[in-house]
Structures are given as structure tokens and as C-alpha cells.
């Protein structure tokens, strides 16, 4: 009888979910996972029921870029506070800052052509979770290297990338572990790998701060080439106490003390949760998120199975809960509507125009995100970008906030931000930022339908819309409504 | 209950213990506002008020010292720019307060983290995310009858004005800003979810606030062609609407003058003097003067040495300006100590910038300033009683 009644469970469950997505489930899948997605990759995944639509996802997610990073990051490190003259400390830092831009323009088109943005998605979820930026770091090339660490194990293994990170130059060198010796233990990558990256606040004490500093000194970086490098010599190697684990503890070890703690699995669980399903984490579910963690040895791929296959995932309720960042505004707005622009920099330097400058967030917590994208400013900067995209002949001219502030020539523009510039770059290099509507209209086949409306906006659209379903007005009023900046 | 139901019941309380700036949302002509001039990429204070008599001043700037017949001279020590002559009429007037020496301990030379501190009223350590004047007003919340509280001319982030509570907006201008809101439309039947509200809140907050800024005053005076003459003009139309703001920002730049620095910065003072001249006297014709304060800020000044390219490098602390019908005109501060230069050859700060908030907040707005800056610091006596 038992074994009956599980087996009709079975079959229940099997009824609802072993049913294909249809249109609307795939759009949600595939807008959550990726950046946006065409009407042609939602058409093949509504055919899919759910466990293999997210098994498709996960197995075909990659460890590595498909676009070709560009030239430079083969280039040996350069050091602009090492130059004493400086005209051509000058030049290196325009150089730098150039490289910067292409770096960003480059991680842009490697979301927009990818076979895989579930990867990409995880690499700018670690991205966010290991906040790391190149305005104190300031070498384009080993924020090169983070990234390829990040999409290496976006999808492998949570402990592996943290011992991975704590070593990872780029890190050293942000949270001041570099500099960190004996005798002068530096806390600040012993404090935010505790807070940020593992247990989350309050799950520590102080003393744990400054014990397990001393435990991380001596990992640094070989200035000339850049690379990781223990240097004995500045290594405590005295006893420690962590979290009542003692010893004379390493960096490794630390890590794996932080890994054993149960809180460790939660934090990562809640914070997918909130990139994934809705602002609002229930406490249960993501409790039996993490004990899949847990089991799977901080495996990532058993965990986002979990979490896709969740019923939470899929509930009516969260569809549309989420305020797109930035980056899914600009990249996603490009890959539904099958926009190639030749030049991804404007579309970096519109991330960062909305809040969202890529290899720079504001401070080692990340972006904020939810509700904090939207202000009176990044609402009409978004607006605008759309209005763009959507309206502006080829070459029109600028919106007017940004032709403010190209005149303002903002300072800013140094480091690599926000900036008059960059402003100038984008009100020349977006011309062919252009929603060709007759051409889409034509790549959705004979009849286009109601099913654009659906493509378009993850919930209803909040205004009456006047225009008829399948014309190009249609999709027109689809991104000017306000639940289009949400996901 | 959310903000907006919050700011409409505030506007119910009566004036009984509430605090000046919320006092004063009654009557237009009661209120009391402030104009906020950022000098962007750090200008040159040592160029801009003048410490001639210093001998040491011209042995740092071999090449970029004012000669003493060219300043403008205030006092026996200190004079300013010749570019900044048409600013003459207000210290004459005694309503051009000068505060030297305004920085702040283990000060940050990158522009982005200066400003950034500058912007959050934060130590040189510690990362805030609301920007000082969103918070004071948090402290004392204006009328919902205002058109927004604070208002950003031009881009460049909110700046001071950044915060989730706060009901700041950005524009170029008033009619640019009602042209472009609308795409955005006022508000609609309930959300469906807490994101979808925020949306709506913020939209119908630009909507609001641009259908009560409709209507461009036109004045008298004469503004500059300039970009800040038109971003000063912005600021005029917006103290001038009945409507009502209580900060605006607008911002001038760059001042990041690193090479041949002394035919541009020559240029951006005389846009800042001329673009402030004609504030004031759209104000005085608005019968507004007596109740706007405008002040600059920016991040950091630059190094009293000058360098090997006819420039100047970052530096620290730097000499800001205080004009209108309340203030108290002269200097305030400490005049830059030249012979008492850090390891990096940059000058001490006299006044902290969180003193600089301070006299706004409470001696202009009665806020607690400690409430809003975390810690006491004394305000400056840049207002008549």
C-alpha cells in the first residue's frame, strides 16, 4: 500500500511537471537563466517538460568564453603608480582605461552570443557575490583572469571557487590581502570572507576576524607577472582560533572551516534564491536548498536543479517579481530583439549609465539590486535607452540628460565609470542600436501572434495597450510599459 | 504605509514642532532653499582665493601664480581670481561668505571616492549609501504639495540627493523634463507585486513632479549662453516655481587641470562667476534672494606645487563660496597654511566639509545635523540671525 501511494505521488508529480513547458514556462526559464531569449529558443524549449528543459540548460552550460577575449589580456602587467614620469603615467592610464571599456564591451558580447547565459548569468552572480572592481585594482588583465576563474566554476563547485578566489590576484590585491604580514595582518579579506562570501553578518566575532587574518598572511601576488605567490616569510603560522577550531590554521583551512558551518550553504541557497525566484526568500525552502548543497559537496549544478525544479520557481506569484538589472535591460533588450550592434561599448557604458558598471561595483557588497536599480534617473535613463533602441532613426541625436552631461565632462570619467567621455562614445558608436521591426516581424514566421506579447513582458503589461497584437507598435508599446523592467 | 501616504500626512501635522524647512512648505515665499554647485574633478583653491601676500604662494607656482595686480583683492591677504570680478558686487554687499580650508582627515585623492564621500557626508573608511542632503531630508520630509524635494540639473548621478526615501529627480531642464516624462506615465491601478510598485512609485513621482514644474518663469535677467548659465537658469525656473523644491544640485567642470591649467580654469571661473551673477539677480527679481542659500562643493582641491605640465595635481582641501540675501558675508575658515604641507605636499584641512553640511542643516533648515551626519561637528556662522 506503501509503496502504492508513492508511486501515485510519483505519478502526480510526473502529471504536472513531465507536461511540455509551453510557451509562457519556457520564456520564464530561459528570461531567469539567461538575457532575455528569441522566439526561436523558446519555440524549442516548450517542447521540453521541465526536468528536461533545466537538465538541457545545465548540461550544456560551458566552463569557458566562447568570444574571443581581446588581445591585450596576454600583455604583461602594467604598473601605473610604478611610473615616475608622468606624461607616461598619463598615457598608461588612458590605456588602461581604454582596455577597461573593451574588456566590458567584451564580457557584453559574450552574454549576448553565448550558447550558454546560464553561465554567464552564474559568472555575473559570482561577479556580484565576489564584488571585485577594477578601479582599485586597476589592471584590466587580472580582472581578466577573475573572470575566467568565475566562469570556470560558475557552475562547478562553491568550495573549490572559494579557495580558488582567496588565492585569485585580483581579490588579493582589492581587500588588501596582498599587503597582508605577519606582525600586520590586514582583516579586511578575513572580515568579507566571513560576511559577504560564506556565513553571512553576525555569524562570527570579532576575534574570529582577527584570527583568521593572521591565518591569510603571506598570500599574495608576484607583482611582475601577476600571478598568486605564498610568501613564507609573511606567514603567521602561530596557533588560531576560528570559529572554536583551533590550530595553526592556513588560509585553507580557515576556508574549510567556514565551508563546514551549515550557514555557509544558506547564505548562497538565499542569495540564489533572490537572483532567481523573487525578493523575498522562504526560510523552508531554501533551508532544503542548502541541505542539497550540503549533500552534494557544494556541487552548484545539484543545487540549481533544485532550485529550478522548485515549485517556488514556477509559481504563479514570483513571475515578474524581479526588477531587471541593468544588464538585463541592455543585453536582454539586444538578444530578444536580435540586435547585433558592431561596437558592445555603449552598451557597457549604458549598463554603467543605469547603475551597473561591469568589473566595477560600487564597494566590495555588490550591487544592491531590487528595488535600489530604480530611481527617477535610472527610470528615465532606462526609458530612454528603449526609447532609443525603439524609435530613434539611425544617428538621431542624444536624450537630453546625456547631452548635459556631455557638456558637464564629468570627472568621473578617470575612473572608468560614468563620465563625458564615455558619454561622447555612446552618443556616437549607437547608431545601429536599432529595432528593426519589419525584419523581426519576419524572422517570427508567417503568423506572428499573441505570443509576442508574451516574449516580451514576464507579466501583463500595466497600461492598455491600443495597438494591435503582432505588429511592430505592438512591441513598441510592450517596452515602454512599465512591466517591461521587470523579469 | 508607504512614502507617499506618509508625505501627505506629514503635510497634515501641524507646524507646532516641526522643523524650519517643513515650517516653511506653506508658503512659497516662506521657504527656504538650497542650490548646491559642484565643481567637478577638483578645482584649484589656491588659484581661486588668492593668498598674494603669502611668500610662499608664488615660490610654489613658479609659472601659475595670479600676479597680485590681477586679483581681485578682498582683504590685505587675499583676493580672487580675476575671472571671478563680476562675484565683487555680492562681497560688497556682504552676502559672499569664502570658507577656506574645508577637507577632511586621511583625506582620498581618487575622484570617484572623494566624491563619493563628499556626496555621503562619510568618513574617509566607511562606505554609505545615501547621499547627505536625501538623508537630512529623510530627518525632515517636505510637503507633499512640493514638486520633489531635491532635483539634480544635469547628469552625473544624485549625488547628495541619492536615496531610496527621498523624492529627488534629474532633469536638464524644467520643459525638457515634462516633455520627456512623459514616456513616463502617472500612476495606476494597484501593482501586482512589492518590485512592480516601487516602478510606479518612482514613475508617478516623475509624472507628479514634472506636471507641477510646467510652466518656465521668464525672467529679466540675462543668463550666460554657457552650459552652467543654462544649468543656473534651470535652478532660477525651479526656486521660482510656485510648485516648490527644497535642494537643487548643479554641477560645472572639469577643473581636473593636470596640464596647461591656466587658460581653462581662467574660462570655467568666469562661466561659474557669470552663471552665479545672474542667479543672483533672477533671485532678487523673484523677491527669492533672501531665502536661497548657494554653495559650492567638490571633492577635493589641488596640490599648492605646481607640476612640471603648467598644472596642478590632486590635492586636498580647497576655499568654497556661500551667496545669498541671508548669508553672512567675508571669510570663514582658516586661510591655506603654505608652510605646513603633509608628506605628499598637500595642505591640511581647516573646517571639516561635514562642519560646511552642518551650518546648512541646522542653522538653514533647523535639522539635527548630528541625526543626519553621525557626529557633532560645529556648524560655521555663515548666516545672519
Avoid at chain 1, 572559494?162 to 582583516?187: F, I
Avoid at chain 1, 515578474?320 to 538578444?335: E, F, H, I, N, W
Avoid at chain 2, 538623508?135 to 549625488?159: I, K, N, Q
Avoid at chain 2, 546648512?360 to 539635527?368: A, C, G, K, P, T
Amino acid at each position: 500500500m506503501k509503496t502504492f501511494l508513492a508511486a501515485l505521488a510519483v505519478i502526480a508529480s510526473l502529471g504536472a511537471s513531465a507536461a511540455p513547458l509551453g510557451y509562457g514556462d519556457a520564456r520564464h526559464l530561459l528570461d531567469r537563466a539567461g538575457f532575455g531569449a528569441t522566439d526561436r529558443e523558446v519555440r524549442e524549449f516548450a517542447a521540453l517538460d521541465r526536468a528536461a528543459a533545466v537538465d538541457r540548460l545545465l548540461e550544456g552550460a560551458r566552463r569557458t568564453a566562447a568570444t574571443r577575449p581581446p588581445a591585450f589580456v596576454d600583455d604583461p602587467i602594467e604598473r601605473p603608480g610604478r611610473l615616475k614620469d608622468r606624461e607616461a603615467r598619463k598615457a598608461l592610464l588612458a590605456k588602461l582605461r581604454a582596455q577597461g571599456l573593451q574588456l566590458r564591451a567584451w564580457w557584453i558580447g559574450e552574454m549576448l552570443g553565448t550558447p550558454s547565459p546560464l553561465t554567464e548569468r552564474m559568472t555575473l552572480f559570482w561577479h556580484n557575490h565576489f564584488a571585485t572592481s577594477q578601479r582599485k585594482v586597476r589592471s584590466p588583465q587580472l580582472m581578466y583572469r577573475q573572470n575566467v576563474l568565475l566562469r570556470r566554476e560558475a557552475l562547478g563547485n562553491f568550495a573549490t571557487l572559494l579557495h580558488a578566489v582567496a588565492k585569485d590576484p585580483a581579490m588579493l590585491v582589492y581587500l588588501d590581502n596582498a599587503r597582508s604580514r605577519r606582525g600586520a595582518p590586514n582583516e579586511n579579506f578575513a572580515r568579507e570572507v566571513m560576511e559577504l562570501f560564506t556565513l553571512g553578518v553576525g555569524r562570527y566575532g570579532e576575534r574570529d576576524v582577527k584570527e583568521a587574518a593572521r591565518a591569510f598572511t603571506g598570500w599574495s601576488v608576484d607583482p611582475a607577472s601577476g600571478a598568486y605567490r605564498y610568501r613564507p616569510f609573511f606567514h603567521d603560522g602561530g596557533e588560531k582560533t576560528v570559529l572554536g577550531e583551533h590550530g595553526a590554521l592556513d588560509g585553507d583551512q580557515v576556508l574549510d572551516i567556514l565551508l563546514a558551518r551549515p550557514e555557509t550553504a544558506r547564505f548562497i541557497a538565499a542569495k540564489l534564491w533572490r537572483e532567481f525566484v523573487s525578493p523575498t526568500p522562504d526560510e523552508a525552502e531554501v533551508e532544503r536548498w542548502a541541505q542539497v548543497f550540503r549533500a552534494a559537496h557544494y556541487e552548484m549544478k545539484p543545487l540549481l536543479r533544485a532550485m529550478f525544479l522548485s515549485d517556488a520557481f514556477w509559481a504563479a506569484g514570483n513571475r515578474g517579481s524581479l526588477v531587471k538589472a541593468p544588464v538585463d535591460v541592455v543585453v536582454g533588450t539586444l538578444r530578444t530583439f536580435e540586435i547585433r550592434p558592431a561596437d558592445l561599448r555603449p552598451a557597457a557604458v549604458t549598463c554603467a549609465f543605469l547603475g551597473q558598471d561591469l568589473f566595477g561595483p560600487p564597494n566590495v557588497k555588490g550591487w544592491p539590486g531590487g528595488d535600489a536599480w530604480i530611481d527617477s534617473a535610472t527610470l528615465l535613463g532606462r526609458r530612454q535607452f528603449v526609447d532609443r533602441v525603439f524609435r530613434a532613426p539611425a544617428g538621431a541625436r542624444m536624450p537630453a540628460v546625456r547631452e548635459a552631461s556631455m557638456r558637464v565632462g564629468d570627472a568621473r570619467a578617470e575612473e572608468g565609470g560614468r563620465g563625458g567621455h564615455l558619454a561622447r562614445l555612446m552618443a556616437r558608436g549607437m547608431g545601429d542600436y536599432s529595432f528593426d521591426g519589419a525584419r523581426w516581424m519576419r524572422t517570427l514566421g508567417a503568423a506572428p501572434d499573441a505570443r509576442i506579447d508574451r516574449l516580451v513582458l514576464a507579466t501583463a503589461p500595466v497600461d492598455a495597450l491600443t495597438a494591435r497584437v503582432g505588429t511592430a507598435e505592438r512591441v513598441r508599446g510592450l517596452v515602454a510599459d512599465a512591466a517591461y523592467q521587470l523579469k | 504605509m508607504d512614502r507617499r501616504e506618509f508625505l501627505r500626512l506629514s503635510a497634515l501635522i501641524p507646524a507646532a514642532g516641526m522643523t524650519g524647512l517643513a515650517r516653511a512648505g506653506a508658503d512659497p515665499t516662506e521657504r527656504r532653499l538650497l542650490i548646491l554647485v559642484e565643481l567637478k574633478g577638483g578645482n584649484d583653491g589656491l588659484n581661486t582665493v588668492v593668498p598674494f601676500a603669502d611668500p610662499a604662494y608664488a615660490r610654489l607656482r613658479p609659472r601659475l601664480a595670479i600676479a597680485r595686480g590681477d586679483v581681485v583683492q578682498l582683504t590685505e591677504q587675499c583676493g580672487l581670481h580675476p575671472s571671478l570680478a563680476p562675484l565683487k558686487a555680492a562681497w560688497d554687499a556682504r552676502e559672499l561668505a569664502i570658507v577656506q580650508g574645508i577637507g577632511y582627515p586621511e583625506p582620498n585623492l581618487s575622484h570617484f571616492r572623494s566624491i563619493e564621500i563628499w556626496d555621503t557626508a562619510s568618513r574617509s573608511d566607511q562606505y554609505l549609501e545615501e547621499g547627505w542632503l536625501a538623508r537630512g531630508l529623510e530627518h525632515a520630509p517636505c510637503p507633499a504639495s512640493y514638486a520633489a524635494e531635491g532635483v539634480v540639473v544635469g547628469a552625473g548621478g544624485m549625488g547628495p540627493l541619492a536615496g531610496r526615501s527621498v523624492r529627488a529627480i534629474a532633469l536638464s531642464t524644467p520643459e525638457r523634463f515634462a516633455r520627456e516624462a512623459r514616456l513616463a506615465r502617472a500612476e495606476r491601478a494597484r501593482a501586482r507585486n512589492a518590485s512592480l510598485a516601487h516602478i510606479l512609485r518612482v514613475e508617478s513621482q516623475v509624472a507628479e513632479s514634472a506636471e507641477r514644474l510646467r510652466g518656465a518663469r521668464e525672467f529679466r535677467t540675462e543668463f550666460p549662453a554657457s552650459a552652467f548659465g543654462r544649468a543656473a537658469l534651470a535652478a532660477a525656473q525651479l526656486a521660482a516655481n510656485p510648485a516648490g523644491v527644497a535642494a537643487i544640485r548643479i554641477s560645472l567642470g572639469s577643473f581636473d587641470t593636470h596640464a596647461n591649467q591656466q587658460g581653462v580654469h581662467a574660462n570655467l571661473l568666469r562661466e561659474l562667476a557669470e552663471g552665479l551673477v545672474a542667479l543672483r539677480s533672477a533671485l532678487v527679481e523673484a523677491n527669492l534672494w533672501q531665502r536661497t542659500a548657494i554653495a559650492t562643493y567638490g571633492e577635493f582641491g589641488r596640490r599648492p606645487r605646481e607640476n612640471q605640465s603648467g598644472g596642478t595635481d590632486h590635492g586636498t582641501s580647497s576655499a568654497h563660496f556661500v551667496l545669498g540675501g541671508a548669508v553672512r558675508g567675508g571669510l570663514h575658515g582658516a586661510s591655506p597654511a603654505l608652510d605646513r604641507l603633509d608628506g605628499n605636499g598637500n595642505l591640511a584641512h581647516a573646517v571639516d566639509f561635514r562642519a560646511y553640511y552642518a551650518s546648512f542643516l541646522e542653522r538653514w533648515w533647523s535639522i539635527d545635523s548630528r541625526a543626519v551626519l553621525g557626529e557633532r561637528f560645529q556648524p560655521l556662522d555663515l548666516f545672519r540671525a
